[in-house]
């Protein structure tokens, strides 16, 4: 009776899904079944029957399921709560209890299968304790407290068994010497504000910009503790409230700042990649060998191939878009064509069978796919995991993963082996046995910290807890799903006298009273932080608490960490995040002369100087895929644009002559020259239309930019331009130390010159499809210095213009898009305007009157083609974006040693994976090597 509760509780489910099956329901998949569990748990929890039920039509579905189930699991034991009777036998009959006192401590609310287990003690035993949190001046929120005492208290007087005067513990002993505590012990249940007016020492509050800066704080304050202090690792307790945000973060940062933990891992099926592979093999079969869920087959490392004829296939499929049954049997002499048929072969064994049997089992569906498993030999691929040298350690539970599934499987079988089952049902019933597995893996270290949920927290012995995410939402939980029964539902049940767990304000009097008892457990110092921005970036309020500790305790100060610099500028080794550093013999390896760069280059080391080391050290690169990607979108907007302003220069076409239907043939032509060289836009009826739509955005780009031309007096001078060692323009060279410069080549979209008397002024204009616009901010933190790099390399090449005084113009971005304009803004008189306007540049201008004309001649109060206005004077307004000259080469400098700064350090070999950050804009958001930095 009720040995194995992992099989007890797999099994629960497998009878669900039976019962589910059996009724043809549509939902049989792991939610739903283990919603339907937990229900049906409230159900016998609080000794309700299904012909109780039976009087609320509401929830009659869930009913005829609890019923079915009431009737299979009869006499199976595998439910306490069927047992009481039995439970209640051993009670009577055990001989250790009739000369002992029990002692009951720990709850705040008893179903009545522990009512009955109670009362069971109380007739036998020698004497009972039963200790409560409560406190009389607090009477509502301890009403189910006083509901529990009055029914036992009632249950004692009928059974004649005596019932002594209760005990009342007024006097708190353990805070004498810590009067903040004492007050906090009193108050936290309170709704009223009771000054604290002394000094507040042991309670502390911390507000962080974001999650990330928290727990940073956090590991640094514990460093700080056990250094400084004298308090052990095994004194302090780290308590969260939202584990989807904090878990991961704290185990990893935790672990870089050499904080030791203890921890319960309960790891979860899918994290295996053996799991994965398993879950795939009909998903495969059902999807037609559709070549995502093969390339996930084959990553796996479980298949028939190794893992380089896998990578090889791999990379076939991704290139040439290989899917379905046809194309993988389809024979072939070359390597790829033996490697396809070694990859089908157990493949084409299943499918054979399950056409073969119209109407499969349960049991027969598993049989294959264990037959299946059997083939490729994968118990023996196990073994080799676990005994890797390397990897064996990271590989250690698979054995136990394996063994488990395997009993599972047994049980899958037992109880739904005859069966019958579609193919796509079967995979959900594989689904729901396969969740039911887990590993739980306990770190429990001598002297390490105690990290856990807030919620299933056991803390003894304990000095310091630190308590993260006391944030609105976060506590009190808003988290209001009351599972399949909803809370109208429950509510229509507990006016005929059927209740069924707690909800609404109870719920949150039984967080509060569960919160209470783990706070005041600690001994000596309460830390509360909460977070401005949760893990997605949008902002997120304090909790109630915190209003409440500010109230009762007029000295206590919120105090505001600034970010991970502050922990970083302190003297506390092994505190602040490692910092990875190559060795100087590694350094002058990769750079055995000088340092050749681009922009990109540049802008990737700012972003992140791992994602750098990754992309260009390593040349660690993406798998090329069989489809249409910004990256080719981007690669022809600038190409088609340079052949065409290069057309017009050469075949000097007048840019007035300009319209649509001349542009669009223009166009047409330089496209189908462009889709030669590259076929995948000619691939299919698909890329034809995407091509199709890109032409259309081409053709209003160009539009606009035939405009701006025209408003201006500058000329388009030259397209795609190369600054480097061969080309038209020299490159960059920066002196960043140990005898070694830095070289940065490069292209330029477009250059455009307007020449008066013995000056060049010169403007920059970079083809933007991406959303980018122009920052100051962004040139300052190195993220964005693509601009300012190509007037630096123009202005520094003295032969550019000849003896032409060279003066900068300006710098901008062109927006390439669809432009859409609203119906209702537009008119007969305003709409070339407004198109005008949706194609604005951003960027930035000299502070020259004279030159913004020469940019926008019809510009008057303010322009559409350059981020400029004009006051009524005629003068540059304020909102304009200009800098004089003289900032405007300050601004170059002060980029120049940016950029001297990153060459030191990458001299220095930092690659730290280090992201920039500012506020919703995270380096990691698109970083196509986010999985692999650890961050």
Same mark, same amino acid.
């Given at each position: 009776?009720?040995?194995?509760?992992?099989?007890?509780?797999?099994?629960?489910?497998?009878?669900?899904?039976?019962?589910?099956?059996?009724?043809?329901?549509?939902?049989?998949?792991?939610?739903?079944?283990?919603?339907?569990?937990?229900?049906?748990?409230?159900?016998?929890?609080?000794?309700?029957?299904?012909?109780?039920?039976?009087?609320?039509?509401?929830?009659?579905?869930?009913? =005829?399921?609890?019923?079915? *189930?009431?009737?299979?699991?009869?006499?199976?034991?595998?439910?306490?709560?069927?047992?009481?009777?039995?439970?209640?036998?051993?009670?009577?009959?055990?001989?250790?209890?009739?000369?002992?006192?029990?002692?009951?401590?720990?709850?705040?609310?008893?179903?009545?299968?522990?009512?009955?287990?109670?009362?069971?003690?109380? $007739?036998?035993?020698?004497?009972?304790?039963?200790?409560?949190?409560?406190?009389?001046?607090?009477?509502?929120?301890?009403?189910?407290?006083?509901?529990? @005492?009055?029914?036992?208290?009632?249950?004692?007087?009928?059974?004649?068994?005596?019932?002594?005067?209760?005990?009342?513990?007024?006097?708190?002993?353990?805070?004498?010497?810590?009067?903040?505590?004492? #007050? %906090?012990?009193?108050?936290?249940?309170?709704?009223?504000?009771?000054?604290?007016?002394?000094?507040?020492? +042991?309670? #502390? &509050?911390?507000?962080?910009?974001?999650?990330?800066?928290?727990?940073?704080?956090?590991?640094?304050?514990?460093?700080?503790?056990?250094?400084?202090?004298?308090?052990?690792?095994?004194?302090?307790?780290?308590?969260?409230?939202?584990?989807?945000?904090?878990?991961?973060?704290?185990?990893?940062?935790?672990?870089?700042?050499?904080?030791?933990?203890?921890?319960?891992?309960?790891?979860?099926?899918?994290?295996?990649?053996?799991?994965?592979?398993?879950?795939?093999?009909?998903?495969?079969?059902?999807?037609?060998?559709?070549?995502?869920?093969?390339?996930?087959?084959?990553?796996?490392?479980?298949?028939?191939?190794?893992?380089?004829?896998?990578?090889?296939?791999?990379?076939?499929?991704?290139?040439?878009?290989?899917?379905?049954?046809?194309?993988?049997?389809?024979?072939?002499?070359?390597?790829?064509?033996?490697?396809?048929?070694?990859?089908?072969?157990?493949?084409?064994?299943?499918?054979?069978?399950?056409?073969?049997?119209?109407?499969?089992?349960?049991?027969?569906?598993?049989?294959?796919?264990?037959?299946?498993?059997?083939?490729?030999?994968?118990?023996?691929?196990?073994?080799?995991?676990?005994?890797?040298?390397?990897?064996?350690?990271?590989?250690?539970?698979?054995?136990?993963?394996?063994?488990?599934?395997?009993?599972?499987?047994?049980?899958?079988?037992?109880?739904?082996?005859?069966?019958?089952?579609?193919?796509?049902?079967?995979?959900?019933?594989?689904?729901?046995?396969? +969740?039911?597995?887990?590993?739980?893996?306990?770190?429990?270290?001598?002297?390490?910290? %105690?990290?856990?949920?807030?919620?299933?927290?056991?803390?003894?012995?304990?000095?310091?807890?630190?308590? %993260?995410?006391?944030?609105?939402?976060?506590?009190?939980?808003?988290?209001?799903?009351?599972?399949?029964?909803?809370?109208?539902?429950?509510?229509?049940?507990? =006016?005929?006298?059927?209740?069924?767990?707690?909800?609404?304000?109870?719920?949150?009097?039984?967080?509060?009273?569960?919160? *209470?008892?783990?706070?005041?457990?600690?001994?000596?110092?309460?830390?509360?932080?909460?977070?401005?921005?949760?893990?997605?970036?949008?902002?997120?309020?304090?909790?109630?608490?915190?209003?409440?500790?500010?109230?009762?305790?007029?000295?206590?100060?919120? #105090?505001?960490?600034?970010?991970?610099?502050?922990?970083?500028?302190?003297?506390?080794?092994? &505190?602040?995040?490692? $910092?990875?550093?190559?060795?100087?013999?590694?350094?002058?390896? @990769?750079?055995?002369? +000088?340092?050749?760069?681009?922009?990109?280059?540049?802008?990737?080391?700012?972003? &992140?100087?791992?994602?750098?080391?990754?992309? *260009?050290?390593?040349?660690?690169?993406?798998?090329? @895929?069989?489809?249409?990607?910004?990256?080719?979108?981007?690669?022809?907007? #600038?190409?088609?644009?340079?052949?065409?302003?290069?057309?017009?220069?050469?075949?000097?076409?007048?840019?007035?002559?300009?319209? =649509?239907?001349?542009?669009?043939?223009?166009?047409?032509?330089?496209?189908?020259?462009?889709?030669?060289?590259?076929?995948?836009?000619?691939?299919?009826? !698909?890329? /034809?239309?995407?091509?199709?739509?890109?032409?259309?955005?081409?053709?209003?780009?160009?539009?606009?930019?035939?405009?701006?031309?025209?408003?201006?007096?500058?000329?388009?001078?030259?397209?795609?331009?190369?600054?480097?060692?061969?080309?038209?323009?020299?490159?960059?060279?920066?002196?960043?130390?140990?005898?070694?410069?830095?070289?940065? /080549?490069?292209?330029?979209?477009?250059?455009?010159?307007?020449?008066?008397?013995?000056?060049?002024?010169?403007?920059?204009?970079?083809?933007?499809?991406?959303?980018?616009?122009?920052?100051?901010?962004?040139?300052?933190?190195?993220?964005?210095?693509?601009?300012?790099?190509?007037?630096?390399?123009?202005?520094?090449?003295?032969?550019?213009?000849?003896?032409?005084?060279?003066?900068?113009?300006?710098?901008?971005?062109?927006?390439?898009?669809?432009?859409?304009?609203?119906?209702?803004?537009?008119?007969?008189?305003?709409?070339?305007?407004?198109?005008?306007?949706?194609?604005?540049?951003?960027?930035?201008?000299?502070?020259?009157?004279?030159?913004? !004309?020469?940019?926008?001649?019809?510009?008057?109060?303010?322009?559409?083609?350059?981020?400029?206005?004009?006051?009524?004077?005629?003068?540059?307004?304020?909102?304009?974006?200009?800098?004089?000259?003289?900032?405007?080469?300050?601004?170059?400098?002060?980029?120049?040693? +940016?950029?001297?700064?990153?060459?030191?350090?990458?001299?220095?070999?930092?690659?730290?994976?280090?992201?920039?950050?500012?506020?919703?804009?995270?380096?990691?958001?698109? &970083?196509?090597?986010?999985?692999?930095?650890?961050?």
């Amino acid at each position: 009776m009720y040995t194995d509760e992992k099989m007890d509780k797999l099994k629960n489910n497998m009878i669900l899904t039976k019962i589910l099956l059996k009724n043809k329901s549509d939902n049989i998949n792991k939610n739903y079944i283990n919603e339907v569990s937990k229900t049906i748990k409230e159900f016998i929890k609080y000794n309700i029957s299904p012909e109780t039920l039976a009087i609320s039509h509401r929830i009659s579905d869930i009913n =005829k399921i609890y019923a079915d *189930y009431i009737k299979y699991t009869d006499n199976l034991g595998i439910i306490p709560e069927q047992n009481i009777e039995f439970i209640v036998n051993i009670i009577n009959k055990s001989e250790i209890l009739f000369d002992s006192v029990v002692v009951i401590d720990e709850f705040y609310n008893l179903s009545p299968f522990q009512m009955e287990i109670i009362k069971a003690i109380l $007739k036998v035993v020698k004497g009972t304790y039963i200790a409560m949190t409560m406190d009389n001046a607090y009477e509502k929120k301890f009403a189910n407290i006083m509901k529990i @005492i009055g029914a036992l208290k009632y249950y004692a007087i009928t059974q004649d068994i005596k019932v002594e005067k209760d005990i009342y513990l007024k006097q708190n002993k353990r805070y004498k010497d810590k009067l903040d505590l004492a #007050h %906090l012990e009193k108050t936290l249940l309170s709704d009223k504000v009771e000054k604290f007016v002394e000094n507040t020492v +042991n309670i #502390h &509050c911390y507000s962080t910009s974001n999650v990330y800066e928290e727990v940073y704080y956090i590991g640094y304050e514990i460093k700080r503790l056990v250094q400084n202090e004298d308090y052990r690792y095994k004194d302090i307790v780290v308590a969260y409230t939202n584990g989807a945000v904090y878990r991961r973060d704290i185990i990893r940062y935790f672990e870089k700042m050499n904080i030791p933990i203890s921890q319960t891992n309960k790891d979860t099926p899918t994290n295996y990649s053996l799991i994965r592979f398993i879950l795939l093999i009909y998903n495969i079969v059902l999807k037609d060998f559709e070549y995502e869920s093969m390339n996930k087959y084959l990553k796996t490392n479980y298949t028939n191939v190794s893992l380089a004829e896998a990578a090889l296939l791999e990379k076939y499929i991704l290139e040439y878009g290989m899917s379905g049954y046809k194309a993988w049997i389809e024979e072939s002499e070359d390597n790829i064509g033996v490697l396809k048929k070694k990859v089908m072969e157990p493949f084409i064994t299943l499918k054979t069978k399950l056409e073969k049997n119209q109407v499969v089992t349960v049991k027969e569906y598993t049989e294959y796919l264990y037959e299946f498993l059997e083939y490729i030999e994968v118990r023996g691929r196990i073994k080799e995991k676990s005994n890797d040298e390397i990897y064996g350690e990271y590989n250690k539970n698979i054995v136990q993963i394996w063994n488990e599934l395997v009993k599972a499987l047994g049980v899958l079988v037992s109880i739904l082996g005859d069966e019958k089952s579609t193919l796509e049902q079967y995979l959900c019933v594989l689904d729901v046995t396969i +969740n039911n597995i887990t590993v739980d893996e306990k770190i429990d270290l001598i002297d390490a910290v %105690l990290v856990e949920d807030i919620s299933k927290i056991m803390t003894t012995d304990k000095k310091i807890l630190f308590l %993260l995410g006391v944030n609105d939402g976060y506590i009190p939980s808003k988290n209001s799903n009351t599972g399949l029964i909803s809370k109208e539902e429950r509510e229509s049940l507990s =006016k005929v006298g059927i209740d069924i767990g707690v909800f609404g304000e109870d719920k949150i009097n039984e967080e509060n009273i569960y919160l *209470y008892n783990t706070l005041m457990k600690i001994e000596q110092k309460l830390y509360f932080s909460y977070s401005l921005q949760d893990s997605e970036g949008k902002s997120i309020n304090q909790a109630m608490l915190i209003t409440k500790l500010r109230k009762n305790f007029e000295s206590l100060v919120v #105090h505001k960490y600034d970010g991970v610099e502050d922990i970083q500028e302190q003297d506390m080794t092994g &505190c602040i995040k490692e $910092k990875y550093i190559l060795s100087s013999e590694t350094v002058d390896k @990769i750079y055995p002369n +000088n340092i050749y760069m681009s922009a990109s280059r540049l802008q990737d080391y700012a972003m &992140c100087p791992f994602k750098y080391f990754a992309k *260009y050290n390593l040349g660690a690169e993406e798998k090329q @895929i069989y489809r249409l990607q910004m990256l080719d979108i981007g690669k022809l907007y #600038h190409a088609i644009l340079s052949m065409f302003f290069y057309k017009v220069k050469i075949d000097k076409i007048d840019m007035a002559s300009l319209n =649509k239907e001349i542009i669009e043939g223009i166009v047409d032509g330089l496209i189908i020259k462009y889709i030669e060289e590259n076929n995948i836009f000619n691939s299919s009826s !698909k890329y /034809k239309f995407i091509t199709s739509n890109l032409k259309n955005i081409l053709v209003k780009s160009i539009l606009a930019m035939t405009q701006h031309i025209i408003n201006g007096r500058f000329i388009p001078t030259h397209f795609e331009i190369g600054f480097g060692d061969n080309d038209l323009i020299n490159p960059i060279k920066i002196n960043v130390g140990q005898n070694k410069t830095m070289i940065i /080549k490069g292209k330029i979209d477009r250059v455009d010159l307007l020449k008066e008397d013995d000056k060049v002024y010169v403007k920059v204009i970079d083809y933007k499809s991406g959303n980018l616009t122009f920052s100051m901010e962004d040139i300052r933190s190195n993220i964005n210095m693509q601009l300012m790099l190509y007037m630096m390399a123009i202005l520094e090449d003295k032969k550019f213009v000849g003896d032409f005084l060279l003066i900068p113009a300006g710098v901008f971005y062109f927006q390439i898009g669809n432009k859409k304009i609203k119906l209702e803004d537009v008119d007969t008189n305003n709409i070339e305007e407004i198109s005008l306007k949706k194609y604005k540049m951003s960027g930035l201008v000299i502070g020259d009157k004279s030159v913004a !004309k020469a940019m926008d001649s019809k510009m008057e109060a303010k322009s559409n083609i350059i981020p400029v206005e004009l006051k009524q004077d005629g003068e540059l307004g304020k909102r304009s974006s200009v800098l004089d000259v003289g900032d405007f080469y300050k601004l170059l400098s002060q980029v120049k040693e +940016n950029i001297a700064e990153i060459g030191r350090e990458i001299l220095e070999g930092n690659v730290e994976a280090k992201p920039y950050k500012n506020g919703n804009i995270g380096a990691c958001d698109y &970083c196509e090597y986010k999985d692999i930095c650890g961050m």
